[in-house]
């Protein structure tokens, strides 16, 4: 089975704090993916990794970065932490499409609940 | 553009009996994947189903039906025999082929099984 673990279920951070959210598989997945989750707006894309130190931006990237050092470790980071980046944070990994198939699920972790205060 | 759109907020089903999430999506790639997820209250998110854009039949997992009507661009989880346990949130996604590997997720229904 695949498994993503996420360093923390539940942070708070204060205001201004440089905060770190890390993700772990161990399936060899070359994607990796960081969303958040909010009431009513289901999951939408920060950023994302298809291998070792590559990343594209995803939907809401602003006030976020990201670090691929290793394939297994996708990090996000809030710079300066503000109150309206206090949600749900979930991690996924996924093998790529191969031969033209879109047959691969993502896997997610269990999630970080961060509060900004 | 790529979008899934899930119109049903909030749902309830008595136990025991059927229930159908409804799940349109929008692209332009003619080669993609469609997914189902499920999120307990505990937050893990749980893949269920999936279907191929090319797929002749329609994708089944136990209880889990996929309702796949290419032409109208829906694709309906049907849960049959609700159990109490179903009570979660459901997502509806989509992969297309090209992109990056970019997956992209609806809104969510909530589903409550009454007993």
């Known amino acids: 089975d695949v498994k993503v673990t996420q360093s923390s279920r539940y942070l708070v951070k204060r205001t201004g704090e440089k905060v770190f959210l890390e993700c772990v598989q161990d399936m060899d997945h070359e994607n990796m993916f960081w969303y958040r989750q909010d009431p009513g707006l289901g999951l939408r894309l920060i950023y994302f990794?298809?291998?070792?130190?590559?990343?594209e931006k995803g939907d809401i990237p602003e006030g976020y970065s990201v670090s691929r050092e290793k394939k297994e470790r996708f990090s996000l980071i809030l710079e300066s932490a503000s109150t309206n980046q206090t949600s749900m944070y979930l991690c996924?990994?996924?093998?790529?499409?191969?031969?033209?198939?879109?047959?691969?699920?993502?896997?997610f972790g269990d999630g970080t609940r961060l509060s900004i205060l | 553009a790529q979008k899934i759109t899930q119109t049903q907020p909030g749902m309830f089903v008595q136990e025991k009996e059927a229930v159908t999430l409804d799940c349109t999506y929008d692209?332009?790639?003619?080669?993609?994947?469609l997914f189902w997820y499920k999120q307990p209250s505990s937050g893990e998110m749980i893949f269920l189903i999936y279907q191929g854009s090319y797929d002749q039949q329609n994708a089944t997992e136990g209880r889990y039906s996929l309702n796949f009507q290419k032409a109208r661009k829906s694709a309906n989880l049907v849960i049959s025999a609700s159990q109490l346990g179903d009570s979660a949130m459901y997502f509806c996604?989509?992969?297309?082929?090209?992109?990056?590997?970019?997956?992209?997720f609806g809104s969510g229904t909530k589903l409550n099984v009454k007993p």
């Open positions: 996604a989509m992969r297309p082929r090209g992109n990056f590997n970019k997956f992209y």
């Open positions: 996924a990994s996924s093998l790529p499409s191969r031969q033209g198939s879109s047959n691969q699920p993502q896997h």
């Open positions: 692209t332009s790639d003619p080669s993609y994947g």
């Open positions: 990794s298809y291998d070792v130190k590559m990343k």
